[in-house]
Every structure is written in structure tokens, then in C-alpha cells.
């Protein structure tokens, strides 16, 4: 598996923000008194935070499921000390640079960002990061590839999508590029071309 150009996701491939994601949303959820489970936490963060809530009965866009998403936000804040980037990452994204195209496609905005420290070492070996605040639609839409590819003269059959959630595949699978599951992140089966069990695998 080789290809000119690699587009990253962030959270769940780049960043190891799992542990701290479900810390976050099971301390909100108990003390809501909102009953859960592992498996329905997890079927959510395959697709986004939010829908990990409504699965667990949660109403996001009332009043108190408002309430329950920023508490939420604001524990996930207290343990982001924690986040790590994963093992080996560093070291491969600096070799994929040197004879490769990089670009980060995450549904983070542009300033969560840039004020995430752990991501400062990474993001200048990427051409090209594309947040949610670049788009209107962000992912599982194809728009933030189009937006990319609008920007460089990458070719679809070049490039490979590498993400740990539903939302990336769908987003790679909707504009027709290959799309390969980062294993080391994700916490579910995703349809992918290729994948990864270790970031070894990613070769190039």
C-alpha cells in the first residue's frame, strides 16, 4: 500500500483521544443518571460524539441535552492533559513527508486546532489542513475533499483517506478515493479498502 498523497484524520488516528473522549461522556452520563453501555458509547464515536448521546436516549438539541453536551465538553477539557499522540506517529508522518503529499481533514474547527498542543509537532508536515470551518458540510460531506483537491492538483487514484470512523469512510468513499482504517484508533468495524493494524503498515 503506497500512494503519493495520505490525508489524515485527527482524533482516533493521529491523536490518541479515546481514552479521554469516553472518560468525558461516561462521568456526563452518570451524572445525568442516563443509563449506557460500552457498546453504544463506542457505535457512537465510530460516527461522532454527539450521536454516541443519542444513542443513550439523549436529545442533543434541547435544553438539557445542550446542557448535558457542554458539561460534556467541559470534562473533556479537564482530562485533555492526557491525550497522547500515538506511538510511532511522529517519526512516520516525518518520513511520509519527505517524498509525499500530506493533509489533515478533520471535523475539529480551525481553533480547536490550533489550541491543541499535542498536534503542534505534526502539523508542519502537512500541505494541507482542512477543518470544519472551512467547509459548510463537514465530514461524513464530501464537500472538505473537494475543498482539498480544489486547492492541490492531487489525483484521486494517488490519494488514500486514513481515518478511524465511519464518517471518514463515507467521506472517502463519496468522492471515490481509497480509504484505510487506522486499527491502533478505531473502536469499531468500518468498511475500508485496506485495513492497518499498526501504523507500521502505512507505507510510503
Not at 450521536?51 to 473533556?76: F, H, M, R
Request: include cysteine.
Amino acid at each position: 500500500m503506497e500512494f503519493k498523497n495520505y490525508i489524515f484524520d485527527v482524533d482516533g488516528t493521529l491523536l490518541d483521544t479515546y481514552s479521554v473522549a469516553y472518560r468525558a461522556k461516561e462521568k456526563v452520563l452518570k451524572e445525568y443518571n442516563i443509563p449506557y453501555t460500552k457498546e453504544l458509547i463506542d457505535l457512537g464515536f465510530a460516527s461522532t460524539s454527539l450521536k454516541s448521546l443519542e444513542l443513550c436516549g439523549v436529545d442533543v438539541a434541547s435544553n438539557l441535552g445542550k446542557e448535558i453536551v457542554k458539561k460534556e465538553n467541559q470534562y473533556y477539557n479537564d482530562f485533555s492533559k492526557e491525550i497522547t499522540i500515538f506511538p510511532k506517529m511522529l517519526d512516520k508522518i516525518k518520513q511520509l513527508h519527505l517524498n509525499h503529499n500530506l493533509a489533515i481533514i478533520t471535523s475539529r474547527t480551525k481553533e480547536e486546532v490550533i489550541n491543541e498542543p499535542k498536534l503542534q509537532p505534526l502539523l508542519p508536515y502537512f500541505d494541507y489542513i482542512i477543518t470544519a470551518s472551512d467547509v459548510v458540510n463537514p465530514k461524513p460531506n464530501k464537500e472538505c475533499l473537494e475543498k482539498l483537491f480544489s486547492l492541490s492538483n492531487w489525483e484521486k487514484q494517488d490519494t488514500i483517506f486514513i481515518g478511524d470512523s465511519v464518517n471518514d469512510s463515507k467521506c472517502a468513499y463519496s468522492y471515490g478515493i481509497k480509504f484505510g482504517l487506522a486499527g491502533w484508533g478505531a473502536v469499531s468495524e468500518v468498511k475500508c479498502d485496506y485495513y492497518l493494524k499498526n501504523i507500521d503498515e502505512i507505507t510510503g
